[in-house]
């Protein structure tokens, strides 16, 4: 008789899963299609570096993918306990960024695919291959806050007054400012002593050549009566 028929009728049957079992908790998936993908450099900053990677290539839609855990130099930076995978903001999200990173040293990254299945087939993890990523720290210097400062143009530079010399003050002693009014006056006032000036001479003119003409017809005259 089988071994099934000496089981006893009340005991129950486990079913068979004929689907893939992804291993218990804490074993991995090795192969390439359970590793990240594309692990690489997005950016740098001032001591940080952000980093970005692909999901694995497999497909099993009943395999959920979450980066388990992440390393720097050996140390782990950021890790996610398979129990917590859906409560990881971290998990499904890049890029990540790596802080407190020192310029001028060499840094290896490792990603590490974690994986889960359930509640259908049990709640089972498992991991992948760690993918990895050595680059060597820029030395990139904080931004600076830019002060502008506005030149002062030509038109609006303060004119400075300087003193007159000892030179300058004894040339203008004697100098004294009339008003424009005054000037005028003066101008015209030296105008019309002009004109006076010729009229007199032309009058002078006249007499004297009308003196010469009766000194002549005087001398005809005595000359006839003679």
């Known amino acids: 008789m089988s071994e099934a028929a000496d089981a006893a009728p009340d005991q129950p049957v486990e079913s068979v899963d004929s689907s893939p079992q992804i291993p218990q908790y804490p074993v991995y998936l090795p192969g390439p299609e359970y590793m990240v993908n594309n692990l690489h450099i997005v950016s740098f900053g001032p001591g940080t570096a952000?980093?970005?990677?692909?999901?694995?290539?497999?497909?099993?839609?009943?395999?959920?993918?979450?980066?388990?855990?992440?390393?720097?130099?050996?140390?782990?930076?950021?890790?996610?306990?398979?129990?917590?995978?859906?409560?990881?903001?971290?998990?499904?999200?890049?890029?990540?960024?790596?802080?407190?990173?020192?310029?001028?040293?060499?840094?290896?990254?490792?990603?590490?695919?974690?994986?889960?299945?359930?509640?259908?087939?049990?709640?089972?993890?498992?991991?992948?291959?760690?993918?990895?990523?050595?680059?060597?720290?820029?030395?990139?210097?904080?931004?600076?806050?830019?002060?502008?400062?506005?030149?002062?143009?030509?038109?609006?530079?303060?004119?400075?007054?300087n003193p007159p010399s000892d030179d300058a003050q004894v040339d203008l002693a004697g100098v004294q400012s009339k008003p424009a009014g005054a000037k005028r006056a003066e101008l015209a006032a030296t105008g019309s002593s002009t004109s006076q000036l010729m009229w007199v001479a032309l009058g002078c003119v006249i007499l004297g050549g009308a003196a010469l003409w009766f000194r002549r017809f005087v001398g005809v005259a005595r000359g006839t009566h003679a």
């Open 50 to 161: 952000d980093i970005s990677w692909d999901r694995p290539s497999f497909e099993d839609p009943r395999i959920t993918f979450n980066p388990h855990l992440i390393t720097v130099n050996g140390e782990y930076v950021e890790t996610c306990p398979p129990e917590f995978f859906d409560s990881c903001w971290w998990s499904s999200r890049t890029p990540y960024t790596l802080e407190d990173l020192r310029p001028g040293q060499s840094y290896t990254v490792t990603v590490t695919a974690g994986f889960s299945r359930g509640p259908d087939g049990g709640m089972t993890f498992a991991y992948g291959d760690p993918a990895e990523l050595t680059f060597l720290m820029p030395d990139i210097a904080p931004p600076t806050e830019e002060r502008i400062v506005e030149e002062p143009s030509e038109s609006s530079e303060p004119l400075e007054a």
